[in-house]
């Protein structure tokens, strides 16, 4: 049977993807809660130091053959050459693996000096070299799990990745209620341990539904020369690749950087790597629990832009690029100006931390236009533009860590420097990404449908809800309660002003592409 028999449609699958996004997503977010208050702030303050390496490791071995797996994968699909798809998927782990060999070994042989002169922890130490298996075990499962996404088989990966979180929810959490209490080091060991286990699974259980699905001795189609397919791999890897690197190095810069330049502006190692926790570990990811649709959207917005490209179809490339960011816009607004207003309790109530709503605004902001950024450097992969896409996050990320090294350590300002450099570097990469589309696609702006009318609407609920929430804590109701009766009113109330301005929310998120 042809692969397009077997496809779903691109709104079927952004709204299983998104249904099912959306349950891993509270159950992701369950679990930080939980490993916060089984850690505190400033294991989690290490974990966060670590996790940057581990960005670093996969941008320089897996991000950029896993995005040619799947746009390759597309295309040849498209085009009826599924042993062309099949090569492309084998030749992509072929080059993971052999990445992965120096760089692993480096890692795991001057993991001490990395921990010590580099991450400025010693503690970091055991959770680097746990890295290691983890970044090998990922890298498989997502070679794999883009190319069903390329092809637009759907739900294999997401429901393996939705199994992978109770997996990895269940093992952290044992082996921590196992061998807790533990020195810090071994905690987060621990940690990236229970890591290693959930990618054990993910990644055996997807090698098995590949090979099922494939049927590698029943593959039509002409195939693809070797050299021809390594150039084409290699073409789209590289600036993918380099992108994510030189984001991610920015980014574990500014991990690294904001705890010691917090020191130098005179506030104590323990409480600036909890202040440092506390933000980039607790804050940012609470406000990213709303934000469950933009993976999948991503994910089913690539394939189909690279096969509009494939097909020489721009108008049809423009259009999906024009429906998505509209799509990002009337979710992502009211998302943010709600947690804007019950954040605060949510935040006391799930991380039993006051901090977590102190800049809780100007991240909301950043966070907002983080999701934008995200669906236009997509479209623009989708398009074959990865190397703007790469200077474009160079440029943002040299504005962050300018503002973190000018900033942070200034005695009255610290955490707050950094949240000034995220808000604007991601203003400078909003603008950039809107610039390159209107040149590459033909892209026009629409402010009414993509900020006008969601943007008032949004205000209007926030507003509206920040009193309301108010009213019933002054009544006496539970913050829990009243949080939850305020989003519900909140929302019918930000959807009847979309309709008050023409905009139908139905007609907006069809995804009927």
Same mark, same amino acid.
């Given at each position: 049977?042809?692969?397009?028999?077997?496809?779903?449609?691109?709104?079927?699958?952004?709204?299983?993807?998104?249904?099912?996004?959306?349950?891993?997503?509270?159950?992701?977010?369950? #679990?930080?809660?939980?490993?916060?208050?089984?850690?505190?702030?400033?294991?989690?303050?290490?974990?966060?130091?670590?996790?940057?390496?581990?960005?670093?490791?996969?941008?320089?071995?897996?991000?950029?053959?896993?995005?040619?797996?799947?746009?390759?994968?597309?295309?040849?699909?498209?085009?009826?050459?599924?042993?062309?798809?099949?090569?492309?998927?084998?030749?992509?782990?072929?080059?993971?693996?052999?990445?992965?060999?120096?760089?692993?070994?480096?890692?795991?042989? /001057?993991?001490?000096?990395?921990?010590?002169?580099?991450?400025?922890?010693?503690?970091?130490?055991?959770?680097?070299?746990?890295?290691?298996?983890?970044?090998?075990?990922?890298?498989?499962?997502?070679?794999?799990?883009?190319?069903? #996404?390329?092809?637009?088989?759907?739900?294999?990966?997401?429901?393996?990745?939705?199994?992978?979180? &109770?997996?990895?929810? &269940?093992?952290?959490?044992?082996?921590?209620?196992?061998?807790?209490?533990?020195?810090?080091?071994?905690?987060?060991?621990?940690?990236?341990?229970?890591?290693?286990?959930?990618?054990?699974?993910?990644?055996?259980?997807?090698?098995?539904? #590949?090979?099922?699905?494939?049927?590698?001795?029943?593959?039509?189609?002409?195939?693809?020369?070797?050299?021809?397919?390594?150039?084409?791999?290699?073409?789209?890897?590289?600036?993918?690749?380099?992108?994510?690197?030189?984001?991610?190095?920015?980014?574990?810069?500014?991990?690294?950087?904001?705890?010691?330049?917090?020191?130098?502006?005179?506030?104590?190692?323990?409480?600036?790597?909890?202040?440092?926790?506390?933000?980039?570990?607790?804050?940012?990811?609470?406000?990213?629990?709303?934000?469950?649709?933009?993976?999948?959207?991503?994910?089913?917005?690539?394939?189909?832009? $690279?096969?509009?490209?494939? +097909?020489?179809?721009?108008?049809?490339?423009?259009?999906?690029?024009?429906?998505?960011?509209?799509?990002?816009?009337? +979710?992502?607004?009211?998302?943010?100006?709600?947690?804007?207003?019950?954040?605060?309790?949510?935040?006391?109530?799930?991380?039993?931390?006051?901090?977590?709503?102190?800049?809780?605004?100007?991240?909301?902001?950043?966070?907002?236009?983080? /999701?934008?950024?995200?669906?236009?450097?997509?479209?623009?992969?989708?398009?074959?533009?990865?190397?703007?896409?790469?200077?474009?996050?160079?440029?943002?990320?040299?504005?962050?860590?300018?503002?973190?090294?000018?900033?942070?350590?200034?005695?009255?300002?610290?955490?707050?420097?950094?949240?000034?450099?995220?808000?604007?570097?991601?203003?400078?990469?909003?603008?950039?990404?809107?610039?390159?589309?209107?040149?590459?696609?033909?892209?026009?702006?629409?402010?009414?449908?993509?900020?006008?009318?969601?943007?008032? $609407?949004?205000?209007?609920?926030?507003?509206?809800?920040?009193?309301?929430?108010?009213?019933?804590?002054?009544?006496?109701?539970?913050?829990?309660?009243?949080?939850?009766?305020?989003?519900?009113?909140?929302?019918?109330? #930000?959807?009847?002003? +979309?309709?008050?301005?023409?905009?139908?929310?139905?007609?907006?998120?069809?995804?009927?592409?």
């Amino acid at each position: 049977m042809d692969v397009s028999e077997k496809m779903l449609s691109a709104r079927t699958g952004a709204m299983f993807l998104t249904a099912l996004s959306a349950v891993s997503q509270v159950l992701g977010f369950g #679990y930080r809660v939980i490993l916060s208050r089984l850690t505190g702030a400033e294991v989690m303050g290490l974990y966060q130091l670590i996790m940057p390496v581990y960005s670093v490791i996969l941008s320089l071995t897996a991000v950029g053959v896993t995005s040619a797996a799947s746009n390759l994968a597309s295309q040849h699909l498209a085009l009826g050459n599924r042993r062309a798809a099949d090569q492309t998927v084998s030749t992509c782990l072929g080059l993971f693996l052999l990445a992965l060999l120096p760089v692993g070994g480096v890692l795991v042989w /001057c993991s001490d000096a990395i921990s010590v002169h580099l991450l400025g922890d010693a503690r970091t130490q055991l959770g680097l070299v746990l890295l290691v298996p983890c970044v090998a075990l990922t890298g498989v499962e997502n070679i794999h799990k883009h190319f069903f #996404y390329g092809s637009g088989l759907v739900r294999p990966p997401a429901i393996v990745e939705l199994l992978e979180q &109770f997996v990895r929810t &269940f093992a952290v959490i044992a082996l921590l209620l196992l061998f807790l209490p533990q020195y810090p080091e071994r905690v987060v060991g621990l940690i990236v341990g229970g890591m290693v286990v959930c990618e054990v699974f993910s990644s055996c259980t997807l090698v098995i539904l #590949y090979r099922r699905h494939m049927g590698r001795s029943r593959l039509p189609g002409p195939g693809e020369a070797g050299r021809v397919r390594r150039r084409r791999i290699i073409s789209i890897a590289l600036p993918v690749g380099l992108n994510s690197l030189l984001g991610n190095l920015m980014g574990a810069a500014n991990s690294t950087l904001i705890p010691q330049k917090l020191v130098e502006g005179g506030v104590e190692r323990s409480a600036a790597m909890s202040q440092f926790g506390v933000v980039c570990g607790m804050t940012m990811p609470m406000l990213s629990l709303p934000i469950v649709f933009l993976g999948a959207l991503n994910l089913v917005l690539v394939p189909r832009l $690279a096969r509009a490209c494939a +097909l020489n179809r721009p108008a049809e490339a423009r259009r999906l690029v024009s429906q998505a960011v509209s799509a990002v816009s009337l +979710l992502t607004l009211p998302s943010m100006s709600l947690m804007v207003v019950v954040g605060p309790d949510l935040g006391r109530a799930m991380f039993h931390q006051e901090g977590v709503g102190e800049y809780l605004i100007p991240l909301a902001c950043v966070m907002a236009m983080s /999701c934008y950024c995200s669906v236009l450097a997509a479209s623009l992969n989708g398009m074959g533009r990865q190397r703007s896409v790469a200077l474009i996050s160079l440029a943002g990320g040299g504005v962050q860590l300018a503002f973190t090294l000018a900033l942070v350590p200034l005695p009255g300002v610290g955490m707050a420097g950094y949240v000034a450099g995220a808000a604007a570097a991601t203003a400078l990469e909003l603008a950039l990404y809107l610039g390159r589309l209107a040149r590459t696609a033909g892209l026009r702006l629409q402010p009414f449908q993509w900020l006008t009318a969601p943007g008032l $609407a949004a205000l209007l609920a926030a507003l509206t809800g920040n009193l309301l929430l108010r009213f019933l804590k002054d009544a006496g109701l539970a913050p829990v309660p009243a949080g939850l009766g305020t989003l519900a009113f909140s929302l019918v109330l #930000y959807l009847a002003a +979309l309709q008050a301005q023409g905009v139908r929310a139905r007609d907006v998120l069809r995804l009927d592409w």
